[in-house]
């Protein structure tokens, strides 16, 4: 790997690691305070809302401007809401002003996250993209890693608000590894031609590509779908784990480690193995289901880490099959708002979520809440398997130009 593309991961593992820790914390510290998983489930929403409804004006940003330039803002601004909560916090106390700063950091982290995709093609232009998701997705998945032991350590030795300050830190560590990287690189954004003034035209066009590009609306819904596990999984594992279970606050922080490890050793494996896309997405989505189903149902703490492993390994597999099938997909002028409509379009479920485990799972409910989300992800799978071998059946009934032939060949 070159050096400027090693300084492009290491920017993306400082920011994952600091955007980690905020995310251990504000579950387990509200779990902590008021002992009651639906304020952890609340929290969750308040925290993860905000991510996943910007994401429409992210992509339309990083088709007007250079997506270096909002990727860096967004690393920068984020040190600085950190750096904000921990003076409000310091002047009014209460936890709200881990929620709120949490909640700012993750509307610019989906700013980076749209910059970073809208990137990787333009950076890795002669590396199969497979390939390159998976290395993506490994630095990611690094400092998912390290992420909950560093924050647990942290934990240990400090309150949190400091915690929050070695996240800050961890921030301009990013946008300085993004520097060097972009001076190393000299690499130069090359405009599409798009003209600034009406921001509701891009989301208008977005849409279109949703409903009439072939496939992409199906592959909305199964990531829709499958992001409903993984809110539920985020929003009780701090409960599930330290109040259902009756585990210390390290084996929570073991249970995150030990997902992560599992995701890094399946994203080595789609690295290193040319593995059918199909293939990626059926497995994946399988499991997915399997380990919501099995957490929720397991009355033992080890059961439950074995549907968690499932669900959090298998995620970032699901991921590349969803984010190197839309690439295929969705043109190269129109990609970056699209893709910020259509990540909101996948994410949404997973706030709900953390809502539906907020109103639905007191009076030791969260079980079943747990598996109700589980079974509604397979459901909501099924009718698009059905939906998409109906459209297949009329495909093959009706003579198509090869040119769409393609097209919907490569949707699938």
């Excluded at 289901?289 to 080890?302: E, I, M, Q």
């Excluded at 690439?327 to 909101?344: E, H, N, S």
Aim: hydrophobic letters at 55%; charged letters at 10%.
């Amino acid at each position: 790997m070159r050096p400027q593309h090693q300084a492009f991961f290491a920017s993306l593992f400082f920011s994952r690691l600091a955007d980690q820790i905020l995310l251990f914390l504000v579950p387990l510290v509200v779990f902590q305070t008021t002992q009651k998983a639906t304020w952890s489930g609340i929290a969750f929403f308040i925290e993860a809302f905000p991510r996943y409804i910007v994401f429409p004006v992210c992509g339309a940003l990083c088709d007007r401007m250079s997506p270096v330039t909002v990727l860096r803002a967004s690393q920068r601004f984020r040190a600085m809401a950190c750096a904000l909560g921990i003076a409000g916090f310091a002047v009014a106390g209460g936890i709200g002003w881990l929620i709120a700063l949490s909640a700012v950091c993750g509307t610019l982290t989906s700013q980076g996250l749209v910059a970073r995709e809208v990137l990787l093609p333009q950076v890795f232009t002669s590396e199969r993209f497979e390939k390159v998701l998976s290395y993506a997705q490994i630095a990611d998945q690094v400092g998912v890693v390290l992420g909950p032991m560093l924050a647990g350590l942290l934990l240990g030795w400090w309150r949190w608000e400091y915690v929050v300050g070695v996240a800050a830190a961890l921030f301009f560590a990013a946008d300085g590894a993004t520097l060097i990287w972009q001076r190393a690189s000299a690499f130069e954004w090359k405009p599409h031609g798009h003209a600034g003034g009406n921001w509701l035209a891009p989301v208008k066009t977005a849409l279109a590509h949703v409903v009439q590009l072939p496939g992409l609306a199906r592959l909305v819904a199964l990531a829709a779908a499958e992001n409903l596990v993984i809110g539920v999984t985020l929003a009780t594992s701090a409960a599930m784990v330290t109040g259902l279970h009756r585990r210390p606050d390290a084996f929570y922080a073991f249970v995150q480690t030990a997902g992560a490890i599992a995701t890094i050793v399946i994203l080595l494996l789609i690295a290193r193995v040319r593995i059918p896309r199909k293939a990626l997405g059926l497995v994946s989505f399988l499991a997915i289901f399997a380990g919501g189903l099995l957490a929720g149902v397991s009355p033992s703490v080890w059961g439950y880490v074995a549907g968690f492993l499932l669900i959090v390994g298998f995620d970032k597999m699901f991921s590349i099959y969803i984010r190197s099938v839309r690439q295929a997909i969705i043109p190269a002028k129109d990609y970056g708002k699209t893709l910020g409509v259509v990540i909101m379009l996948n994410n949404l479920t997973q706030p709900l979520a953390g809502l539906l485990v907020g109103v639905f799972s007191g009076n030791g409910r969260m079980s079943a809440v747990v598996i109700a989300i589980s079974l509604g992800m397979g459901a909501l799978g099924l009718i698009v398997v059905l939906m998409g071998l109906n459209a297949g059946r009329r495909r093959a009934g009706t003579r198509v130009p090869p040119l769409a032939e393609r097209s919907a060949d490569r949707a699938d």
